[in-house]
C-alpha cells in the first residue's frame, strides 16, 4: 500500500466485505490445482475511502499445484500482504474515485486508459472514454454542466463535446431513472434509442435515423421482431 495502515483501518472499521484474493481451482483427482486467480490492492482515497488500487491476474502458463501456492495474508507489521509471485507484475489501476465511490478511471495492464463520467446524482454512467485521463476529460465537460443539463437531448448535446478530445473513443448514454437506458452514442457517433411501455418495459428500440430496428411483444411467446 502506498498509503500506510490501510488494512489496520479496515480491520479497526469492521470492514470484512472486501475481497482481496478469488480463485479459482480444479480437482484431478485428489490433486488439486489453480486455474485462475485476481488479487485486489487496496489503498486510501480522498473522502477516507479504502477502495481498490490495483488488481492483479495470475500469470501462469500451466495450472499451479495448490499445495505450493501461497494463499495471500496480511503483515500487521509492515500493513501489507503477502501473495504468491505467479501474481503479475503488470496490473490494472483504478486511479480516480468519485466521492461515492464510484470509479472515474481505471489504467490497464496494458496502459490504456478509460475514463467514466456519471449522472443522475451519481447513479448512472453517462460517458465512458478510451484513451484520455479524468483530468482531460472534465476539462471539457464538467460535471456541473451534466448535472445541469434539463433532458436527455442537452445532456447528449453536452457530452458530444468529448469527441473533440484528440484520439478519444467516446460512448455515452442517457437514462430515465429506475427505468433504463433510453439511448446511447457509440463510438463512431451514431445514437441508439431505447423506449418503455407503461410498465416500464423495454418494447421499442430505434437507430440514429428512427428506424424501428426492434419491437419486443410481451405476450406468452414474448414475440421479438
Known amino acids: 500500500?502506498?498509503?500506510?495502515?490501510?488494512?489496520?483501518?479496515?480491520?479497526?472499521?469492521?470492514?470484512?466485505?472486501?475481497?482481496?484474493?478469488?480463485?479459482?481451482?480444479?480437482?484431478?483427482?485428489?490433486?488439486?490445482?489453480?486455474?485462475?486467480?485476481?488479487?485486489?490492492?487496496?489503498?486510501?482515497?480522498?473522502?477516507?475511502?479504502?477502495?481498490?488500487?490495483?488488481?492483479?491476474?495470475?500469470?501462469?502458463?500451466?495450472?499451479?499445484?495448490?499445495?505450493?501456492?501461497?494463499?495471500?495474508?496480511?503483515?500487521?507489521?509492515t500493513d501489507k500482504l503477502k501473495f504468491?509471485?505467479?501474481?503479475?507484475?503488470?496490473?490494472?489501476?483504478?486511479?480516480?474515485?468519485?466521492?461515492?465511490?464510484?470509479?472515474?478511471?481505471?489504467?490497464?495492464?496494458?496502459?490504456?486508459?478509460?475514463?467514466?463520467?456519471?449522472?443522475?446524482?451519481?447513479?448512472?454512467?453517462?460517458?465512458?472514454?478510451?484513451?484520455?485521463t479524468f483530468q482531460h476529460v472534465t476539462s471539457v465537460v464538467t460535471q456541473a454542466q451534466i448535472d445541469n443539463a434539463t433532458n436527455d437531448a442537452a445532456l447528449r448535446a453536452i457530452l458530444a463535446n468529448l469527441r473533440t478530445i484528440p484520439n478519444a473513443l467516446v460512448e455515452t448514454f442517457t437514462y430515465d431513472p429506475l427505468v433504463g437506458m433510453t439511448s446511447r452514442t457509440n463510438f463512431n457517433g451514431l445514437t441508439e434509442f431505447y423506449f418503455y411501455d407503461v410498465f416500464n418495459r423495454l418494447f421499442l428500440i430505434k437507430d440514429n435515423e428512427g428506424n424501428i430496428t426492434k419491437r419486443i411483444c410481451y405476450n406468452y411467446a414474448r414475440e421479438v421482431e
Open 1 to 77: 500500500s502506498s498509503n500506510q495502515n490501510v488494512y489496520a483501518k479496515m480491520a479497526g472499521r469492521n470492514i470484512k466485505n472486501k475481497v482481496i484474493e478469488e480463485l479459482t481451482s480444479l480437482k484431478k483427482g485428489t490433486t488439486e490445482y489453480i486455474i485462475d486467480g485476481t488479487l485486489t490492492i487496496y489503498d486510501e482515497f480522498p473522502n477516507d475511502l479504502l477502495l481498490p488500487k490495483y488488481r492483479h491476474k495470475l500469470s501462469q502458463t500451466s495450472p499451479l499445484l495448490k499445495s505450493s501456492f501461497l494463499n495471500t495474508s496480511y503483515d500487521v507489521i
Open 84 to 132: 504468491d509471485n505467479n501474481y503479475e507484475t503488470f496490473k490494472d489501476e483504478f486511479s480516480s474515485y468519485s466521492s461515492n465511490a464510484n470509479i472515474q478511471q481505471v489504467v490497464d495492464k496494458s496502459n490504456n486508459k478509460i475514463v467514466e463520467l456519471r449522472g443522475y446524482q451519481d447513479r448512472y454512467v453517462v460517458a465512458r472514454i478510451h484513451n484520455s
